[in-house]
């Protein structure tokens, strides 16, 4: 019964792991640039289609072939009991990374970004969930029509900064709370969500290179409606846009982090392969006992594919390659017992030919040394 008990107790930790990693996938960072987004334009928000919508702000979205887009803010048909929490841009290691918005039971952390209508940098002050309704606070949103309502005085910042970290960016920093809502279960950008930013980025008037910060459709009243009524224009531009000093091409982030990974492996292993081979020695015994010895391992390929095996199992540890690295006579097989005395060299080959093939060699090599002592003299 106890093994039965323990065995459940790890299927659970497997479950919850996988949750965590679940969550912790749905806020990493999509895509990394090296120059910093525009400041967010100055708009105002458009009147909510009907109760049951959220708001989801505007933010600037990346095109690889033309820069930066903006996606314009719009209302979104929330998941019942749940919150959206913008996405940011982030400074890090010279780059600045896109952190994915998500939907969850609380708002976590988007980088301490003003977006306005609620979401001043901290949580969302725009409205909360009772029950299966959702309540709005008329004194930062755009209602009409809406019974669900509240008032409750927000203090709002003029900050239009849209990144954290870096020079000029927002040193906010997540609190408790904010950490503990990223390791809560999430759910992706809804559907309307992702088709509203993609058709974002086939017009060509959001691209901050034609609008300068200021695009013509800075918020909509419903996910990819960009004409009509609900068409909201930015009033100016958060700050003096300047263009970048590089094209988009050049202003793409860095390689993967697998690529770096593979390089460092690469290091190591040609640090490691020194380590595997014998060291040499200027003597004439000593060369005709290499020589002998690497015939000797043709005929019993194992003692050499064992060496190599060590070497290549653990790339990374350049250390533990050198350690467990063979000796120059190390080629003995592992049922021959070691000397408990130094020999000339001579002698470990006389016992790798104990073999019975090469024992005819055996007496060859040692009437071969005789000879070469009387020559010397």
């Known amino acids: 019964m106890k093994i039965h008990r323990s065995v459940r107790w790890l299927v659970f930790a497997a479950m919850m792991l996988s949750l965590s990693a679940a969550s912790f996938a749905q806020i990493a960072v999509g895509i990394s640039v090296r120059v910093a987004p525009p400041a967010l334009p100055v708009y105002t928000q458009p009147v909510a289609p009907g109760p049951g919508y959220m708001w989801t702000p505007g933010y600037w979205a990346w095109n690889d072939d033309a820069g930066y887009y903006w996606v314009p803010g719009t209302w979104v048909v929330a998941p019942v009991g749940l919150l959206w929490t913008p996405g940011y841009w982030g400074f890090s290691d010279g780059v600045y990374g896109w952190h994915r918005g998500y939907w969850g039971p609380h708002i976590g952390f988007y980088g301490g970004v003003n977006y306005g209508f609620g979401y001043g940098g901290v949580g969302f002050a725009g409205g909360e969930w009772r029950g ?4 709005y606070n008329r004194s930062v949103t755009n209602i009409t029509n809406v019974t669900t309502v509240y008032n409750r005085t927000v203090i709002v910042n003029e900050n239009h900064v849209a990144f954290n970290g870096g020079e000029g960016g927002v040193s906010a920093r997540p609190t408790h709370e904010e950490e503990r809502a990223e390791h809560e279960h999430h759910r992706e950008p809804l559907a309307a969500q992702s088709r509203h930013e993609h ?55 860095p390689s993967t982090p697998a690529a770096k990974h593979a390089n460092t492996v690469a290091k190591a292993d040609d640090k490691s392969k020194p380590a595997t081979k014998p060291a040499s020695h200027p003597s004439a015994a000593s060369n005709k006992n290499t020589t002998a010895s690497n015939k000797l391992n043709s005929r019993n390929p194992n003692s050499v594919s064992k060496s190599k095996t060590q070497s ?32 000339p060299a001579v002698k470990p080959v006389a016992q790798h030919q104990s073999a019975p ?5 055996q007496q060859s090599a040692a009437k071969a040394a005789p000879k070469q002592q009387s020559k010397g003299r």
Do not use: C, D, L, W
């Open 132 to 135: 299966r309704s959702f309540y």
């Open 199 to 253: 058709m974002a980025s086939q017009n060509k008037q959001n691209f901050a290179s034609a609008n300068h910060g200021r695009p013509a459709i800075a918020a909509t009243g419903k996910p990819g409606e960009f004409k009509g009524k609900g068409v909201v224009a930015a009033k100016s531009a958060g700050a003096p846009y300047k263009a970048p000093a590089m094209s988009p091409k050049q202003a793409r982030g």
């Open 312 to 343: 290549a199992a653990h790339p990374n540890e350049t250390h533990t390659a050198k350690t467990v690295a063979p000796a120059p006579n190390s080629s003995r097989p592992a049922s021959q017992p070691q000397q408990s005395a130094p020999k």
């Open 357 to 361: 093939r090469p024992a005819p060699q």
